[in-house]
């Protein structure tokens, strides 16, 4: 029904466009028409390509949309009573193909389907009756926003295949139709563009990892949802408007190999090996730095495997990233060995200031299959200072393997989990390091490490842990000192052996909470003392 009535539509724009490009020849103007699409705009859909560039190319700052997004935000919080008057509504700003798709994509995405109450008797013809039947399962958004361009004059086909979605997880193959799922393509600017609003509009939220809450992007359109599941939240994502290629190949694969828009298509086999990777993973301009990274990982004899992470230049600054190790199987307690050791003291995550780098370092403490997922938001240093939670949200994660283990390292020091080295502390405190950039010291008995400060803290507190050693005792081994601008750690390790250095501090403006002083994870060292 839906390819009918949007053969219909487009064949009424054609006769617009016919006409219009008659006018044009004696009214030779610009490239755009009247009608808000350019007078070169293809009469009928050209067969499926590469884009000519990327979205980047097309904007980088979702700002230059501000007009469209605002008036498609004012015209959801109407009640249009046809799809002609809704896309003329939506489109009355519009200045290009693009801007169209744009406005019908944030009026889909504004509408939250949760707080949403529909007449049953609506006619089949009222835009509202298509979201009823997408809030009760009926209908979905593919088939939505292929109406309404359809309406505006843009070509658009639905494309079906698999999705890295609800339920998935890494290296899992697709032999049944657990994870089917459809999206749309656009014709937009010169080139078929990939629109995801189901992905764009809503999120699945998790709360379970990391003890913080954690939304992590779903795809909600199987049989198996839940009218007004809570734990459904709708959030723009602008990720899922005009997605490349190279990035949507991560969580979709089609039946026909065309639509993947890529010069060198994949195969089925190759899409399950692919990293599993979220929007944020890209909104966050992270790239791994192994093209052949796949989502499932060997550890060597030793349980040894890294993963490396390059960060963007816009999000050195700010972007802090976490991690959860856990058993694959994800029962209760399944972030922890049978003796109690948490398994993220298998896990040591750190900076490669030189490039920008981040490196998890994982020794498997056993033969059983591992899931790792990392975690990244962007912080800012008054954000963090203030001691407030910070929620992270799941960037990519791996399946850990190893078939034969032979040796089993010990774990890190029990500190506080996330980055160890300085590169922290410079980022979030102005704190930059004069003795020791690595985040692992070897050294004797005795050592010394200085920070110059950028800017005024008032207090520190260093603490030194140790396996088997209860931390109070090592306190009387660590002191701190503060002289004018500069930090003074000064250490005395009583036995040779690994320690972990965690520091804290306290911005001097900072307010009380209910009358304390506040203390915030600085950064951390990992230590290895020889003591003759």
Known sequence: MVDQQAKEMLDLWRQARYQQRDYDVDETTSSCSSTGVPSSYPTTPPPPMPPSCSKRHIYTDTSVFTQIDQLAVSVASQEMQTFTELVRSLTAG?????????????????????????????????????????KYGTESYHVLFKRLCSYAG??????????????YQPGIPFPDNRFRNTWNAAFLDGSWRFVQCNWGARHLVNAKDLGVKNGDRRSIEDKNEIEGDANLRYEYDDHYFMTDPEEMIYEFFPDD??????????????????????????????????PRLQAILKADRSGAVGISLSMGPESTKNLILHYYLRFFDGTENSETLQNGCSLKRYVMQSMNTKNDVVLFRVHVPTSEPLLLDIFANSVSAEHYLTGQPVKFKSVCKFKIICE????????????????????????????????????????????????????????????????????????????????????????????EGQYGLELYTRDSNQKTLNGKQLFTHCCKYLINSRVQ
């Not at 798709?101 to 939250?112: D, G, L």
């Not at 040796?407 to 704190?431: D, I, N």
């Not at 002191?479 to 000064?490: A, D, G, R, W």
């Open 257 to 290: 190999a065309q639509w993947q828009l890529l010069p060198r298509p994949i195969t089925l086999k190759q899409f399950e090996q692919l990293p599993f990777v979220r929007s944020l993973f890209f909104r966050f301009g992270l790239h791994f730095t192994d």
């Open 404 to 495: 034969h283990l032979c040796h089993v390292m010990v774990p890190l020091p029990e500190c506080a989990s996330g980055e160890w080295g300085p590169y922290k502390a410079t980022r979030l405190f102005g704190l930059i390091p004069i003795t020791h950039e690595d985040p692992i010291i070897n050294c004797g008995q005795y050592c010394d490490i200085r920070f110059r400060m950028l800017r005024p803290l008032n207090e520190f507190v260093a603490n030194l842990h140790r396996n088997g050693v209860d931390s109070k005792r090592l306190q009387r081994c660590v002191q701190c000192s503060v002289y004018e601008n500069e930090i003074l750690i000064s250490l005395e390790f009583p036995d």
């Open 94 to 134: 519009a200045r290009s193909d693009v801007d169209k798709a744009r406005a019908i994509y944030r009026w889909i995405t504004v509408k939250n389907l949760n707080v949403m109450t529909f007449d049953p008797n609506l006619d089949k013809d009222n835009p509202m009756s298509l979201l009823r039947g997408i």
């Open 154 to 167: 843009l070509h658009c086909d639905v494309i079906k295949g698999f999705s890295k979605s609800a339920g």
